[in-house]
């Protein structure tokens, strides 16, 4: 069955980097559009970035222009979020996410706290 699983989350001071990993199973990662969302204290859940099946297309939410980057291992079956130039406000849960036959997959998230 489908199964995603996010590593990499932490404590990160503002300015700092962090990156995200996303392990894949059930499913090629090379096969579906990948994404992450992140959700704050509070706050719905947001799209922050996302790459094509196809190619290497990608967009992101304007909040992250520029500093995040979403990349994909098609051979490790991995997906991933860099994160630089880290502020307080992207404090929050991160998800990945893909869309399969309909149905929307989660993994169980992972909290990245950006403060000093």
């Known amino acids: 069955q489908v199964q995603l699983v996010e590593s990499g989350g932490g404590l990160v001071q503002p300015g700092g980097s962090r990156r995200l990993s996303c392990a894949a199973s059930?499913?090629?990662?090379?096969?579906?559009?990948m994404s992450w969302y992140r959700q704050a204290p509070g706050k719905e859940r947001e799209l922050v970035a996302g790459?094509?099946?196809?190619?290497?297309?990608?967009n992101y939410a304007d909040s992250v222009k520029g500093r995040f980057a979403i990349s994909r291992d098609n051979v490790k079956n991995m997906v991933y979020l860099q994160m630089n130039s880290l502020k307080p406000e992207d404090t929050a849960v991160y998800f990945c996410?893909?869309?399969?036959?309909?149905?929307?997959?989660w993994g169980q998230g992972t909290q990245v706290t950006v403060s000093s």
């Open positions: 790459i094509a099946s196809t190619g290497n297309n990608t």
């Open positions: 996410n893909v869309v399969r036959g309909g149905r929307f997959y």
């Open positions: 059930g499913f090629s990662v090379s096969t579906y559009r």
